[in-house]
């Protein structure tokens, strides 16, 4: 299934895109897709059903804002360095553990929403990443457990970026991955049924209608499920909980110099394979 959530900022309601593009309202059946909605198989089947059987009204409103895929998340957990073209062009060794740091869930925009330039950016950077959301409770995940069965879905996350505050201004990585915008998420979750294989997703994004990042999940350092299993060996990942699985190659970061940061005016259209795709314009803060 596509799950999404159209509407105003804060008050946005369920949906669903069927098999033939049409937009189906699950305000009657579901208060919201959220990590509740997400560990409950029943209201999922009853979702499904009413798929199947055409029970769901169609929402007549192509000009919709679609909002964040996921209601009232409760953490996202970012992976940095966690591919193999991406650490060459910057430059980094390849880590030998998974490199975690975390955006606050207020970063979370819609996947059309406007991206705000921070105030004295100088280096605010584009990154497409596929994200991973919780459907179960998992906490350390064993060996010889399944961690994409802990998975409820995935979603395209633009995790946005501001070098400068990122690498040159002391600390760690929070000051450049936190400000405001900086997470646009979506247009849909996929649920898990429909993508079999998360390590074989193509990733695009384009600044100005060109063609910045073309990669593949094919080549993170670490997969989708070794990244499930090694989060929640430190900390207890809850349904509704989004993981962002880092960046291909193509930043603005791996460019030469002068390198293209992102400025106001400028438009970003990012994809993953099967996942939708996103459009933000950027203005200054």
Request: glycine fraction near 10%; charged fraction near 25%; proline fraction near 7%.
């Amino acid at each position: 299934m596509k799950l999404l959530r159209v509407g105003d900022a804060g008050q946005e309601r369920p949906a669903l895109l069927d098999a033939d593009g049409t937009l189906r309202d699950l305000s009657g059946l579901v208060a919201d897709i959220d990590g509740a909605l997400l560990a409950d198989e029943t209201a999922l089947d009853r979702i499904r059903v009413a798929a199947d059987t055409g029970a769901l009204p169609a929402l007549d409103d192509p000009g919709v804002r679609v909002g964040p895929p996921v209601g009232r998340i409760g953490k996202v957990v970012c992976i940095g360095l966690n591919y193999h073209d991406h650490a060459e062009e910057t430059g980094a060794a390849v880590p030998a553990e998974p490199v975690v740091f975390f955006k606050a869930a207020d970063t979370v925009v819609g996947p059309h929403d406007t991206v705000l330039v921070p105030r004295r950016s100088v280096k605010t950077d584009w990154e497409v990443e596929l994200a991973v959301v919780i459907g179960r409770t998992a906490r350390y995940v064993s060996d010889d457990e399944d961690p994409l069965a802990y998975v409820a879905g995935y979603a395209v996350s633009h995790d946005v970026s501001e070098r400068e505050f990122q690498i040159e201004r002391g600390g760690t990585w929070d000051k450049g991955k936190n400000c405001e915008t900086f997470n646009p998420l979506g247009p849909w979750l996929v649920t898990r049924d429909e993508v079999p294989d998360p390590q074989a997703l193509s990733l695009r994004l384009w600044v100005n209608g060109s063609l910045k990042q073309d990669g593949t999940t094919a080549q993170q350092i670490f997969s989708v499920a070794e990244v499930v299993r090694y989060v929640s060996q430190f900390m207890t990942l809850y349904p509704g909980d989004v993981i962002n699985t880092g960046t291909p190659a193509g930043v603005a970061m791996g460019q030469p110099e002068p390198k293209p940061y992102l400025r106001a005016g400028d438009v970003v259209e990012l994809e993953v394979a099967g996942l939708g795709r996103q459009r933000q314009g950027f203005k200054d803060a």
